[in-house]
């Protein structure tokens, strides 16, 4: 089979039916070897000495320049992908070209302050992290073959402290072969992280790029020590805004505050008495040594409760707005381990 090459804009225009068809053509003098794949072949030079044709088996634009692409989006700036890939932001911005010229489509749209996604590069960048995310799941297990089986899970450190941790020791006797592995924050982790299996987020159940499992619902009412009970013997919500108030200031939006707790209510907040704290777990022991009144949430201080170290301090109780979810990666298959440890938590919650 040949190929005459006459000038440098000839193009390859019939569909290739044979999957690895080879050729050979000359041009000057020099051996060109062809590779022609079914359906997708891609003419990467117009000159005639520079022709090579690539294998585009997906319809996927050039490896590379998608990279590029997912590490500009994900970093919101073109000279952070540049630093992470070590290379210029001159050559990310050219295989960002690249790619939206293949696409035919723009897929950042140029700001003051830098670049942002249009909705198709936003679709993209989605899919390519999703993809990239799997592709790292599959080759760290691989690599940690053989061994016994893992999973990790994150969580902040109220649920951790006062309600997971009390109950591993059930798992394990369960299931003494899996090794649960803990990484406690009180950010919600990206759902691109390789290394997190599940995750137990509070929330409305609408977690972006995100499946989920409700866990339980739960409700919230004041408690404190016995001794700062005898001493302030608060019955009302009236005279419970005369106690100290034990204040959580979180950068995390879901912790409910004394200020929505008073609003629905129906009274108003004064603002202005206690300690302020940005641990809940702190803020519960505070409570414990009688500092004041901390805002309890039933599922976390109920052992508390049971236990003598709090009590609950007026009748008041409010359900929470939103709910503990389990959350994993959308689209990212749970192994066994992980399905293993969802079923025990949601048993747990509901014993």
Request: net charge negative; hydrophobic share 40%; charged share 20%.
């Amino acid at each position: 089979m040949s190929l005459n090459i006459n000038g440098r804009e000839n193009c390859l225009k019939r569909d290739m039916a044979a999957s690895a068809a080879i050729a050979d053509a000359q041009h000057d003098g020099k051996a060109l070897r062809l590779r022609f794949y079914q359906s997708n072949v891609t003419l990467r030079s117009t000159k005639p000495e520079h022709l090579i044709l690539a294998r585009r088996p997906f319809d996927l634009p050039p490896l590379t320049a998608l990279l590029a692409f997912e590490a500009a989006a994900r970093n919101g700036s073109v000279k952070d992908a540049a630093a992470e890939l070590n290379v210029t932001p001159g050559a990310v911005s050219r295989q960002i070209r690249t790619v939206e010229d293949e696409l035919a489509t723009p897929l950042f749209t140029r700001v003051h302050r830098g670049i942002e996604l249009t909705p198709e590069g936003a679709d993209l960048s989605a899919s390519i992290s999703r993809g990239l995310a799997d592709m790292s799941v599959v080759c760290q297990r691989i690599r940690q073959r053989p061994g016994s089986p893992h999973l990790t899970i994150a969580a902040t450190t109220a649920f951790a402290g006062m309600w997971l941790i009390p109950r591993m020791g059930t798992f394990w006797r369960l299931h003494p072969t899996i090794t649960v592995n803990h990484l406690i924050s009180d950010e919600l982790p990206s759902p691109y992280r390789s290394d997190i299996d599940l995750a137990i987020v509070y929330g409305n159940g609408a977690f972006s790029g995100f499946s989920c499992m409700k866990l339980y619902n739960d409700r919230l009412y004041p408690v404190c020590s016995p001794e700062f009970a005898q001493k302030h013997p608060a019955r009302t919500g009236r005279e419970l805004l005369n106690c100290p108030l034990l204040r959580m200031k979180s950068g995390v939006v879901s912790w409910i505050d004394w200020e929505s707790f008073f609003e629905w209510t129906g009274l108003e907040d004064p603002g202005y008495s206690g300690l302020s704290m940005n641990n809940y777990t702190v803020a519960i022991q505070a409570a414990r040594d009688g500092q004041g009144v901390a805002l309890g949430w039933d599922r976390f201080v109920r052992d508390l409760i049971d236990t003598g170290d709090l009590v609950r301090l007026t009748d008041l109780e409010m359900p929470a707005p939103g709910a503990q979810y389990i959350v994993w990666p959308e689209g990212r298959s749970t192994d066994h381990a992980a399905e293993i440890f969802r079923d025990w938590l949601v048993q747990q919650a509901h014993d």
